[in-house]
């Protein structure tokens, strides 16, 4: 079992920064591809970006590409997206997730078996 706790949401203004944290337990984090997600008022789950188990790999949907960063710090067992030139509609619950060991990442939140409780990011304009 994997236990993820997200913390560093807010409330920003439009073009602000914030940077969110996905702190891990229970199994070896290093092997685990990672994923962010966000869900909007009365829209579906939406992938925002996802990271391989050794960090060597990212990829991000395109809302969100050249602004949002993912990483990883395994040896805290810790992933993080920063995100830069907020947006009024990036406003949403944000979820970190993992998927089972040594898988590459994946765009789709069925691939992934472990969840966060999700923290809440509002840009104002």
């Known amino acids: 079992q994997v236990q993820l706790v997200e913390s560093g949401g807010g409330l920003v203004q439009a073009g602000g920064s914030l940077t969110l944290s996905c702190a891990a337990s229970?199994?070896?984090?290093?092997?685990?591809?990672m994923g962010w997600f966000r869900q909007a008022p009365g829209k579906e789950r939406e992938f925002v970006a996802h990271i391989s188990w050794s960090g060597h790999t990212t990829y991000y949907a395109d809302s969100v590409r050249g602004r949002f960063t993912i990483s990883r710090d395994n040896a805290k067992n810790t992933g993080y997206l920063q995100m830069n030139s907020l947006k009024p509609e990036d406003t949403a619950v944000y979820f970190c997730a993992a998927r089972s060991p040594y898988y590459h990442g994946s765009d789709y939140s069925g691939d992934y078996s472990y969840w966060g409780q999700g923290t809440q990011v509002t840009v104002s304009s």
């Open positions: 229970g199994r070896t984090f290093t092997s685990l591809p």
